[in-house]
């Protein structure tokens, strides 16, 4: 459907919306294309002689008087036009002792399939509402490891569904799971106070696979200072960490990974020889303590004598963790929006870095949903803008949609406004100057502009074969036209 016939047929609803009867005494009629529009007018008379049953003095005189008139007025056509006609007649009058009959009709832009005469207290719209409505819909969903939104486009409208927070722990490279300077680590050969230990060195770790010691690299360490540490001390060995150290816990048969501060006097820890190691004690440390955290390429090393965890590669696995429930509830909720929707043309996924591939290449979505996604696009942004975004880098996707091309259009205007001024005009004396002159090429006017003012521009702009397009003001193009007032041109020459 043409923008501009879109355009005309929205505001027709628009009016007659606006229109109540005190009773059931609007009437409505749809003729479908082809039909005798001499049958038409034969059933209305007929409907004409019914409506003198009415009991209500006052209904039934405004009911008898629609129909005459709507009889009239279909006396003028020749012949039902190629789509059909919707015609509609009613009291508008704001005083009851008053009767003021109108009728209005339109030729649908898409052609009738019905054929309806209704008397109501509102005109029935809903076949022509249908028509304005799209029919095409796309889904959206952006996301990195921080939120994620699932939207829809529809038309020119950006719909933001649902907008999610991941709770991914952000990097962090000390890792915060840290031991007390003076710390003895167990070396390849020998050992170490942890402070002496050097990115390379060949430390000891415990496989609880196999049950036997074996070698890990260190391969990143940090200074931290901490104001409140845990001594944990056990028969005897004893260690001093921060309160999120995590540790080896010894559990009916089974190894449970704990930090320090949820450890309880009684439970067992691992020591080198893989055996228990009960607490006995646990003091909490107030004062500031110097502390240091290794990053090895194992799951753990040994300090004071007891297994303990890597710090680094708990806290990625952490976020691992996270990231993948997170990724869950997004397909959950795409799942939920996009399944079984017929009406959805396309899907398109977009989110800065490779966040984006990552959950494609999982199983969060429907292999249904899966089929219908059409482009991958990297974006800068997330949230409510990512998602404009997203459509504004998708123009390839929607070349042939509404939105695509009122955006290109716009976006044309702007730029030429601003390395070719001379070759625009914006607000509505100075373009409809420039339209008289027959130097407009691309007439651009928003669809909230008043409906009087665009007629005669439309008629004025067919005098010179100009281009006019109505610009929705869903878009953040649509907006900024509406703030230059509504109106503006792209020129064919020069006026100034």
């Given at each position: 459907?043409?923008?501009?016939e879109k355009y005309?047929l929205?505001q027709?609803i628009m009016?007659?919306?606006?229109?109540?009867?005190r009773?059931?005494?609007l009437?409505?009629?749809?003729?479908p294309?082809?039909?005798?529009?001499?049958?038409?007018?034969?059933?209305?008379?007929q409907?004409?002689?019914?409506?003198?049953?009415?009991?209500?003095?006052n209904t039934?005189n405004?009911?008898?008087?629609?129909?005459e008139?709507?009889?009239?007025?279909?006396?003028?056509f020749?012949r039902?036009?190629?789509?059909?006609?919707?015609?509609?007649?009613?009291?508008?009058?704001?005083?009851?002792s008053?009767?003021?009959?109108?009728v209005?009709?339109?030729?649908?832009?898409?052609?009738l399939?019905?054929?309806?005469y209704?008397?109501?207290?509102?005109f029935l719209?809903d076949?022509?509402?249908?028509m304005?409505?799209?029919?095409?819909?796309f889904?959206?969903?952006?996301l990195?490891?921080?939120e994620?939104?699932?939207?829809?486009?529809?038309?020119?409208?950006?719909v933001?569904?649902?907008?999610?927070?991941?709770?991914?722990p952000g990097?962090?490279?000390?890792?915060g799971?840290?031991?007390?300077?003076?710390?003895?680590?167990?070396?390849?050969?020998?050992?170490?106070r942890?402070e002496d230990?050097?990115?390379?060195?060949?430390?000891?770790?415990y496989?609880?696979?196999n049950?036997?010691?074996?070698?890990?690299?260190?391969?990143?360490?940090?200074k931290?200072?901490?104001?409140?540490?845990?001594?944990?001390?056990?028969?005897g060995l004893?260690i001093i960490?921060?309160?999120?150290h995590?540790?080896?816990?010894?559990?009916?048969?089974?190894?449970?990974?704990?930090?320090a501060?949820?450890?309880?006097?009684?439970?067992?820890?691992?020591?080198?020889?893989?055996k228990?190691?009960?607490i006995?004690?646990?003091?909490?440390?107030?004062?500031?303590?110097?502390?240091?955290d290794?990053e090895?390429?194992?799951k753990?090393?040994?300090?004071?004598?007891?297994?303990?965890?890597?710090?680094q590669?708990?806290?990625?696995?952490?976020?691992?963790?996270?990231?993948?429930?997170?990724?869950?509830?997004?397909?959950?909720?795409?799942n939920?929006?996009?399944?079984?929707?017929?009406?959805?043309?396309?899907?398109i996924?977009?989110?800065?870095?490779?966040?984006?591939?990552?959950?494609l290449?999982g199983?969060?979505?429907?292999n249904?949903?899966?089929?219908?996604?059409?482009?991958?696009?990297?974006?800068?942004?997330?949230?409510?803008?990512?998602?404009?975004e997203?459509?504004?880098?998708?123009?390839?996707l929607?070349?042939?949609?509404?939105i695509?091309?009122?955006?290109?259009?716009v976006q044309?205007?702007?730029?030429?406004?601003?390395?070719?001024?001379?070759?625009?005009t914006?607000g509505?004396?100075?373009?409809?100057?420039?339209?008289g002159?027959?130097?407009?090429?691309?007439?651009?006017?928003?669809?909230?502009?008043?409906?009087?003012k665009?007629?005669?521009?439309?008629?004025?702009?067919?005098?010179?074969?100009?281009?006019?397009r109505?610009?929705?003001?869903?878009?953040?193009?649509?907006?900024?036209?509406?703030?230059?007032?509504?109106i503006?041109?792209?020129?064919?020459?020069?006026?100034?």
């Amino acid at each position: 459907m043409d923008p501009k016939e879109k355009y005309r047929l929205r505001q027709f609803i628009m009016q007659l919306e606006n229109i109540r009867g005190r009773h059931t005494e609007l009437v409505s009629v749809y003729v479908p294309s082809g039909y005798d529009i001499i049958k038409i007018i034969q059933h209305l008379a007929q409907e004409q002689g019914t409506a003198s049953n009415i009991k209500d003095k006052n209904t039934r005189n405004k009911v008898i008087d629609s129909i005459e008139k709507m009889i009239q007025h279909l006396r003028l056509f020749k012949r039902t036009p190629a789509n059909g006609l919707a015609v509609f007649a009613g009291d508008v009058s704001d005083k009851e002792s008053k009767i003021d009959i109108k009728v209005w009709s339109i030729e649908p832009p898409e052609p009738l399939s019905i054929r309806m005469y209704r008397c109501d207290q509102t005109f029935l719209l809903d076949p022509l509402k249908n028509m304005v409505e799209v029919k095409e819909i796309f889904g959206l969903i952006v996301l990195d490891r921080k939120e994620g939104n699932v939207g829809l486009l529809k038309g020119t409208n950006i719909v933001d569904l649902s907008q999610m927070e991941s709770g991914v722990p952000g990097k962090t490279k000390a890792g915060g799971q840290c031991l007390f300077s003076g710390t003895i680590v167990d070396l390849e050969r020998g050992y170490k106070r942890i402070e002496d230990i050097k990115i390379g060195d060949i430390l000891k770790a415990y496989d609880f696979t196999n049950k036997k010691l074996i070698l890990t690299k260190c391969i990143n360490k940090w200074k931290i200072k901490k104001n409140l540490t845990l001594n944990i001390i056990t028969k005897g060995l004893d260690i001093i960490a921060s309160e999120d150290h995590i540790f080896f816990k010894f559990r009916h048969n089974k190894i449970k990974e704990i930090s320090a501060d949820k450890l309880k006097i009684g439970d067992n820890l691992i020591k080198y020889n893989g055996k228990k190691s009960k607490i006995l004690r646990i003091r909490r440390l107030s004062s500031s303590q110097n502390l240091i955290d290794l990053e090895t390429d194992k799951k753990n090393f040994i300090a004071n004598g007891i297994v303990v965890h890597n710090s680094q590669q708990r806290y990625a696995r952490l976020r691992e963790e996270a990231t993948h429930e997170f990724f869950k509830r997004v397909g959950e909720v795409a799942n939920k929006e996009f399944l079984g929707k017929s009406e959805i043309k396309g899907i398109i996924v977009g989110g800065p870095g490779p966040t984006k591939e990552d959950f494609l290449n999982g199983n969060y979505l429907n292999n249904e949903i899966k089929k219908k996604i059409i482009g991958v696009k990297d974006t800068s942004y997330t949230g409510e803008f990512g998602l404009h975004e997203l459509v504004d880098k998708s123009h390839d996707l929607l070349a042939e949609e509404e939105i695509s091309i009122e955006k290109k259009l716009v976006q044309r205007f702007f730029e030429m406004l601003a390395k070719e001024e001379e070759k625009t005009t914006y607000g509505y004396n100075e373009t409809k100057k420039a339209l008289g002159m027959g130097a407009v090429h691309i007439l651009l006017i928003s669809d909230n502009f008043k409906e009087e003012k665009i007629e005669s521009l439309e008629l004025e702009a067919e005098q010179y074969k100009t281009e006019v397009r109505i610009i929705s003001t869903e878009t953040r193009e649509g907006k900024q036209l509406a703030e230059l007032g509504g109106i503006a041109a792209i020129l064919r020459f020069q006026i100034k």
